[in-house]
């Protein structure tokens, strides 16, 4: 079975997101990126020079895609940014982030160090 991922076509000077070329699976043939430059009005008219294209994997980001209130992408790291809605009243412009998965992987790695440091430092103290 073909599975392929979202294609997000964005502005590259400022990672404004364009067009979202949906993902798919089944009995479907992938697009490419000049067949959709072709076919998508969005991007038709537009010089590709100016246009950057971030191809992601089927599945990637689909939690993140359905929680955003807004994304876009970093240019100059070329990856997507999510905008979350805020519990926080006094927030009133909310800041884009790095995708919820990479956040968790980043906390876990810190939780990891914190735990080692923390056994260490018992180690220390209990030979002492």
Known sequence: M?????????RKTTGEVLLIRGEAQGDVIESTIDDDFGFYPEI?????????????EYGQ??????????YRVDPATQSMLFTFPTDKPDDSVPVPQKPLADQVAEL?????????????????????
Request: proline letters at 0%.
């Open 2 to 10: 073909t599975k392929f991922g979202r294609r997000i076509f964005y």
């Open 44 to 56: 038709k008219a537009l010089d590709r020079d100016q246009v950057g294209v971030l191809q992601l």
């Open 61 to 70: 980001h689909t939690e993140d895609f359905a929680l955003a209130i807004a």
């Open 108 to 128: 876990k790695t810190r939780q990891d160090s914190t735990e080692a440091a923390m056994l260490a430092l018992m180690d220390v103290t209990t030979k002492s």
